[in-house]
């Protein structure tokens, strides 16, 4: 009886920790919602035997899922704030460990020392070829001096980025260059995704490899500039959910303390 009221305390104290969580994060940028999924170790005959586990056991904590439904977009008026609407995830490499991908929803870049687009992080956004993005800060523009036509180093006044996610860099008053596009990736199960912390996701076998491309193709979605999306958490919910997992975390320490009792009784 007691490992089974152990395990009705765990699956709470895992939903409590899940939902406080949520909680938490409610206004981070990007964030995605993470669900306690729980089952009848009764039904569970497989998991029963590959566990050794006796029916009769209790609850069973399946996974603490990713849900990545849309969040609500934010204006923000900087260029390089971008928002995903659809199922694409931005793709980030460190420059010190180019071959260890990371994704995110969260869309908060800027320019560099280097030039390049990257996160407060340093990590660098990759393009839809899969490279970095480089913006340079000077440009040589062709001007018309005397009737004769000569070229000039010329500043970066302003970028703009279109909702394919194509990059335009403009240098003096009117020349305008394309400097890259904007890459997202899809996965096979995006929900699978394992977070790391810090707003950030790695691929695994259940989420299938990221597949990187451009915006709008095969369901990557939009990038929204002079955005953020925030994330998806709904407060009520997450404060009804709050409730009932500390109703059960409650139920379950009673019936642990009443076993306990009885017990005492019937061993003096």
């Given amino acids: 009886m007691i490992s089974v009221i152990r395990s009705g305390i765990d699956a709470a104290l895992n939903d409590l920790g899940v939902t406080s969580n949520n909680i938490a994060n409610a ?22 035997k590959s566990s050794g586990a006796r029916i009769g056991m209790g609850s069973l904590v399946e ?29 980030l490499v460190d420059a010190d460990r180019p071959d260890e991908k990371l994704y995110t929803r969260d869309g908060s870049f800027a320019v560099n020392a280097d030039g390049l687009i990257a996160n407060t992080d340093g990590m660098q956004l990759m ?99 002079g955005a953020l999306e925030m994330s998806n958490i709904d407060m009520t919910s997450e404060l009804t959910n709050l409730m009932r997992a500390q109703q059960a975390f409650s139920g379950s320490s009673r019936l642990l303390q009443a076993e306990n009792e009885m017990t005492r009784k019937l061993t003096q």
């Fill in 63 to 91: 996974e603490n899922r990713v849900l990545n439904a849309q969040g609500t977009l934010q204006q923000t008026g900087d260029v390089l704030d971008l928002a995903i609407e659809g199922q694409g995830l931005f793709t």
């Fill in 27 to 48: 206004k981070t940028t990007g964030f995605k919602k993470r669900q306690a999924t729980f089952a009848d170790i009764y039904g569970h005959t497989d998991a029963i």
């Fill in 127 to 225: 393009s839809a070829l899969g490279a970095p993005i480089t913006v340079p800060m000077t440009a040589n523009t062709a001007t018309n001096v005397n009737g004769t036509e000569t070229f000039i180093e010329t500043r970066l006044t302003g970028v703009a980025i279109r909702t394919d996610g194509k990059i335009e860099a403009t240098y003096g008053n009117n020349s305008t260059f394309f400097v890259g596009q904007v890459g997202l990736s899809i996965f096979a199960d995006p929900n699978r995704l394992t977070p790391i912390g810090q707003n950030y996701f790695t691929e695994n076998v259940s989420s299938g490899a990221g597949v990187l491309g451009a915006p709008i193709e095969e369901g990557r979605g939009k990038v929204h500039s």
